[in-house]
């Protein structure tokens, strides 16, 4: 079944503690991007990634992190959370054509306190 | 730049009556439409998408959307709601480069 996976589903934790955010797809796309989603702001990207190591900000990059070492992995990493990144996040991923729709994942709710 | 808008942020409507979700979009090019929807606690999801050819979309679910051109716009319709389309609808719009704008979503609460 073709699929984003992503993990953890749910998170709570503490300011200033790392954590990684996974997210796998098996549909050998190219395209990968992280959203988070916020009341009354809809979706905003953070990162996206064209290919295996390649890399660029979205429109709300700060204090996040990506790397894309496998064409199937796109973890999002924030380093140092704060309250202010408490959401909904989104991975999501295409073929590399700007008029394939996306495949979502289940959503990622992280909570930072 | 591109950019989408969608004008309710909320509609809601009686079950088994007719909607119409709204969505403008602005670009100085040829543009790639899509309509998303995400029941509650689920993930985004293609309702359908305009690519080229008739300006009339069907979808799944028995939704159809229509592009616009000269009004730029790409409204969702629905001529009958039943209980399960309550769920939050999400314009966007590609000019067909690797960026994708999404609108801020409108939620459908459908009324028995």
């Known amino acids: 079944e073709a699929q984003v996976t992503q993990n953890p589903r749910y998170l709570i934790t503490v300011t200033g503690k790392k954590l990684t955010v996974t997210c796998s797809q098996n549909m050998n796309h190219e395209y990968m991007s992280w959203y988070r989603q916020d009341p009354g702001l809809g979706l905003r990207q953070i990162y996206y990634s064209m290919n295996v190591e390649v890399t660029d900000k979205g429109d709300v990059p700060e204090g996040y992190k990506v790397s894309r070492k496998e064409k199937r992995n796109f973890p999002l990493i924030l380093e140092s959370p704060s309250p202010n990144q408490t959401s909904l996040y989104f991975c999501?991923?295409?073929?590399?054509?700007?008029?394939?729709?996306?495949?979502f994942g289940d959503g990622t709710r992280l909570s930072i306190l | 730049a591109q950019s989408v808008t969608q004008l309710d942020s909320q509609v809601p409507v009686f079950e088994e009556a007719p909607v119409e979700l709204r969505c403008n979009y602005s670009?100085?090019?040829?543009?790639?439409l899509f309509w998303y929807v995400q029941y509650p606690n689920q993930g985004l999801q293609l309702l359908l998408k305009y690519l080229s050819g008739s300006t009339l979309v069907k979808g799944i679910n028995g939704f159809e959307a229509e592009f616009n051109k000269s009004q730029t716009s790409f409204h969702l319709r629905k001529p009958s709601v039943h209980i399960s389309d309550t769920a939050e609808y999400f314009c966007a719009v590609s000019e067909g480069d690797d960026k994708i704008i999404f609108g801020k979503g409108t939620r459908l609460h459908i009324l028995p």
């Open positions: 670009s100085s090019v040829s543009v790639y």
């Open positions: 999501a991923s295409s073929f590399r054509q700007g008029h394939q729709p996306q495949h």
